[in-house]
């Protein structure tokens, strides 16, 4: 653990995402909602309406070659107007809200998503880099709207739609409608296998997508790093190689689109060709069959041959919208990924009203403690106890891995013992009281972290209750005024750049200040990697604001270990030395 930084830890604050709703599965998009299902009956009704307008043109066309005249089309164009404008609007409507109720999906498995990361345990390992995280939420989760809007659509009217078309066609003819019905099959076979190839190659796809973002963000983050390293090219070859790899996945993902589209065409285009030449034969009296033993006329034929194309129109569009499926799945399956509970903090769900200051200094228990990390088989900690009197210093203080990080973590409840119990102020940390235990806490990581923003904004952290004033107070607490002075309303640059290691650790100090109710201090190694004077004026600080507090460190520091009311020593099997 080491980046969380010194405020009280309140993971379920009032911004956190509402759990889910547990409406449909995780990424549940298998049942169709409400919403959905009236989005797809108006996009049907839509296609359907081209039935009357169809039949209406072949009526006009038929009345006017039997000499009607182009009077007699008047009332039948009349009817073709209004049927376009109702089909229009019909269809702009079923669009407009199978769009909202896809952007709605989005957003509740978005903040499904990333309440399960919210949740996870810093100390897991198997938790998303953020870089990938972030491609997920904010990239690759958009590939879902055209797959909910506009492919699921598309994949109902594609299995309705024809059918309606050919019980139209087949009381005419049933030699047309039995080509349509021979051809039609065809489309979704040869799409389907096709498809499964996008499938694999889109999801290809997404994985290099992440995976190059997740590069390129860790890689931003230690530029300084690979600078130093004298890495820059090595870095900069790899990048162009993933970009490059991405291209040609690229393309694959786009020559199978293309290739869908030119199935679904050929098939159309000759069963509409063959249509129209039994149509055109059976008229001019060449092809008596497939008629029910009579001869449809003009108007029949025209009738039929209109719904020809129209019968292939929803499979034409489920084609358009294949594409959508195959990344529209895979962002699905991502966004699941994401949204895998693994290891959770204690707690975290129940809201937490703010905690009065001057709560005491709380009383620490380890009552067989038992605790090893996801994937590991060695238990960093095996039937552990522990007490800590109120108001009492301790140091942890053990060699590197003996588990000091993953014993503050515990009282943090950032991470579940597997077996025993932990105290605070005699209150059993569990999912229920970790909340609340946890908003009377305040931890110190080893790299605190530092958001971009002045040095102000950073101290009180959003916290309403910490005010410009507060805020000048924390900075004097901290021994900061120097730096606040140099530094004025300038901004700090994100992750502390522009800051001392030292002043970082002195600004997590302010925050800790600025959080009166937080009556445990948990710090973890402070005085790390700090010069002797700066490591001592840091341990001052601390001592300072610790005043009337439970303080627990965890530290191979001799020096600010003397400083303590006790030292607790560990060994490397995370149990108390003698
Ligand atoms: N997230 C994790 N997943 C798996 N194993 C871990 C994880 N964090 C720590 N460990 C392992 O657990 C053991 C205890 O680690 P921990 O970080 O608690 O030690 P520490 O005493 O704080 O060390 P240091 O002084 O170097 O920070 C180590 O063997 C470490 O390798």
């Known amino acids: 653990m080491s980046e969380t930084s010194a405020v009280p830890a309140t993971p379920s604050s009032a911004t956190s995402p509402a ?16 919403a959905e299902r009236r989005a797809i009956g108006l996009q049907v009704a839509a296609a359907l309406v081209w039935v009357p307008q169809a039949g209406l043109l072949a009526h006009a066309v038929a009345g006017i070659a039997d000499g009607a005249g182009m009077s007699a089309a008047l009332l039948p164009a009349l009817g073709l107007v209004l049927l376009g404008i109702l089909r229009a609007g019909l269809d702009a409507a079923g669009g407009r809200l ?6 709605a999906e989005l957003s509740r498995l978005r903040a499904q998503a990333a309440h399960a990361l919210m949740r996870r345990s810093p100390v897991d390992a198997g938790r998303a880099t953020s870089g990938l995280a972030a491609s997920v939420l904010a990239e690759q989760a958009e590939a879902v709207v055209p797959y909910l809007a506009r492919f699921r659509p598309a994949r109902f009217k594609a299995t309705c739609v024809p059918l309606v078309l050919l019980a139209f066609v087949l009381p005419v003819s049933w030699a047309a409608a039995f080509v349509l019905a021979f051809a039609a099959p065809f489309i979704p076979l040869f799409m389907a296998l096709i498809g499964w190839r996008a499938k694999e190659a889109s999801e290809a796809q997404l994985v290099e997508v992440g995976g190059m973002n997740a590069f390129l963000l860790d890689r931003l983050r230690g530029l300084a790093t690979i600078r130093g390293l004298g890495a820059v090219d090595a870095t900069a070859r790899r990048l162009r190689a993933d970009a490059e790899s991405l291209r040609r996945r690229t393309m694959v993902v786009l020559r199978i689109a293309f290739m869908s589209s030119a199935v679904l065409e050929l098939f159309s285009a000759v069963a509409v060709a063959m249509v129209a030449a039994y149509i055109g ?18 108007g029949e034929g025209l009738f039929v041959l ?6 292939f129109d929803p499979l034409r569009e489920l084609a358009a919208a294949w594409h959508d499926r195959a990344a529209g799945q895979a962002a699905l399956a991502a966004l699941e990924q994401l949204a895998e509970p693994g290891r959770p903090v204690v707690g975290g769900d129940v809201p937490v009203a703010p905690v009065p200051a001057g709560g005491g200094a709380p009383a620490l228990a380890l009552e067989s403690v038992s605790f090893r990390h996801a994937g590991t088989d060695a238990a960093v900690f095996d039937g552990f106890d522990l007490t800590v009197a109120p108001g009492e210093h301790v140091a942890l203080f053990a060699p590197s891995g003996a588990g000091k990080s993953t014993l503050l973590a515990l009282l943090a409840g950032l991470a579940a013992p597997e077996a025993g ?4 102020d005699g209150e059993v940390l569990t999912a229920l009281s970790a909340d609340r235990l946890r908003a009377r806490m ?6 605190p972290h530092i958001f971009a923003g002045t040095l102000g904004s950073n101290v009180a952290l959003g916290r309403p209750e910490v005010d410009a004033p507060a805020i000048g107070v924390a900075i004097r607490a901290a021994r900061l005024e120097r730096v606040a002075d140099a530094r004025g309303p300038a901004p700090i640059g994100e992750g502390g750049r522009g800051l001392s290691g030292g002043e970082g650790l002195r600004l997590a100090l302010a925050r800790l200040a600025a959080a009166p109710s937080a009556g445990l201090i948990l710090a973890d190694e402070p005085t790390a990697h700090l010069d002797s004077g700066t490591a001592g004026e840091i341990t001052e600080a601390l001592l300072e604001l610790a005043r009337g507090r439970t303080l627990v460190v965890a530290t191979h520091d001799p020096v600010l270990a003397a400083r303590m009311d006790r030292i607790i020593r560990l060994a490397p099997n995370g149990e108390i030395a003698p």
């Open 19 to 34: 759990p889910p709703s547990g409406r449909r599965g995780r990424t549940g998009t298998a049942a169709l909602s409400r």
């Open 98 to 103: 199978a769009f909202r109720f896809a952007r």
């Open 281 to 298: 034969l059976h008229l001019l009296g060449s092809l008596d069959f497939g008629s029910w033993g009579h001869r449809f006329g003009l």
């Open 306 to 311: 209109l719904l020809a194309p129209a019968f």
């Open 421 to 424: 119990r932990i105290l605070i």
């Open 442 to 447: 305040a931890y110190i990581g080893q790299q």
